[in-house]
């Protein structure tokens, strides 16, 4: 291996899974340099196929996360518990709520804390870190509801935590919209107001289970579903905030969703396939349409996937989770299980996760520092660092 170009040992620890990776590091100085830079880390978080985060829903086990590895015949190898005692400080009557994934890191907080303390966390290292709190507006009486999002800035080289914030002000029965964006490492969140769409951002809340119709990330894009209400035949919408210029657009869903539905939002859910933004439709309750995004001179247009009928997945919500190596497209479903689907010979099969109701999240596990990620050195100092310039 020592006459071996760097360029070729960096391909090939690239290719290691998370637990040969971390052992690597011991055999000598130039392999623990490779594996420590973050830009290999990164590099290969965008090249690794993700294994699965399990966040388990029953009261029993609401406070409990789990990595689950898959092997070459992509079966879900057994679930490996991981520690959340950081919250432990935290009243243990709230639920961990995972607000995002990228590039091997977790976005946490805690779903009914006030003080909504939100952390930076790689389950991996057990490296985390707690981010500052946003300003509430100066005439918010009362929070009616936040959605959140968390991704990678390619531009920036930085992770950026974004947060749509509802509120109904003093004096006003009128429900406003604020955005605010923290850049891992900055002092204070950013406010950008007015800069919400006028659409409507439902969420749906199921007895006994969380059902999440939160954001996907994808293509540097945070995206949200949302509803066109300005019209008396309210349309479906797709809203994307781009985290290098910070702005929101907006591009329809496909013209046939939810047509046969008297309320498909609950039946809409988003994911990535392929590094393509994906839209599965079960509102017929009968079949599920799946739809994936393609650009063609800068335009966002829908291709439908595939439209299958199965008991495994009619008549219920079904969300997409990744396309596996097998060519198998993974998804879940309402009452949580995990199905894999075969395009070829349209057939499915039950994936077993014995840990009752979950939900799964696409994760890469990586070894990317946090304490790095937010410009600080090992010991919790400021990196004296050329300051980039954020968008305005």
Not at 181 to 192: A, E, Q
Request: net charge positive; glycine share 4%.
């Amino acid at each position: 291996m020592d006459r071996l170009p760097c360029e070729i040992v960096t391909d090939i620890l690239s290719r290691l899974p998370i637990k040969p990776l971390v052992h690597s590091r011991c055999v000598c100085k130039t392999w623990c340099t490779i594996i420590s830079d973050p830009s290999f880390q990164l590099n290969r978080a965008a090249n690794t196929d993700p294994d699965l985060i399990l966040h388990c829903k029953p009261l029993c086990q609401r406070n409990k996360i789990f990595f689950a590895e898959k092997n070459h015949q992509t079966i879900i190898l057994k679930p490996k518990i991981i520690d959340v005692s950081l919250f432990d400080s935290m009243s243990l009557s709230y639920e961990i709520n995972i607000m995002g994934s990228c590039n091997g890191l977790l976005c946490l907080s805690k779903r009914g804390n006030k003080r909504r303390n939100i952390n930076i966390f790689n389950p991996i290292t057990g490296e985390h870190q707690q981010l500052p709190h946003c300003t509430l507006p100066n005439n918010c009486k009362r929070i009616t509801k936040y959605m959140s999002g968390f991704g990678y800035d390619v531009s920036m080289q930085q992770f950026k935590m974004v947060l749509l914030l509802f509120y109904r002000p003093f004096k006003s029965i009128n429900v406003q919209k604020e955005v605010q964006v923290y850049t891992l490492g900055s002092k204070d969140w950013r406010r950008k107001i007015g800069n919400v769409p006028n659409l409507s951002f439902p969420n749906y809340y199921f007895p006994k289970y969380y059902v999440h119709v939160s954001f996907v990330f994808a293509n540097g894009s945070l995206h949200w579903i949302a509803i066109d209400n300005t019209s008396s035949n309210p349309k479906s919408r797709i809203v994307s905030f781009h985290l290098g210029v910070e702005e929101f657009t907006v591009f329809p869903t496909p013209d046939s969703i939810g047509q046969n539905s008297d309320d498909p939002l609950k039946y809409w859910a988003l994911g990535v396939l392929d590094d393509r933004l994906s839209l599965l439709d079960s509102s017929s309750r009968q079949y599920v349409d799946a739809w994936v995004t393609k650009d063609c001179d800068g335009k966002t247009s829908w291709n439908k996937l595939f439209s299958v009928r199965d008991p495994l997945v009619s008549h219920r919500l079904v969300r997409p989770i990744q396309v596996l190596k097998n060519g198998e497209i993974l998804l879940t479903r309402a009452f949580p299980c995990l199905v894999a689907y075969n395009t070829n010979s349209k057939e499915f099969r039950l994936i077993e996760v014995p840990l009752g109701s979950f939900e799964p999240i696409p994760f890469v596990a990586t070894l990317i520092s946090v304490i790095s990620a937010f410009g600080m050195n090992s010991d919790g100092e400021k990196l004296s660092c050329r300051k980039r310039k954020q968008p305005s």
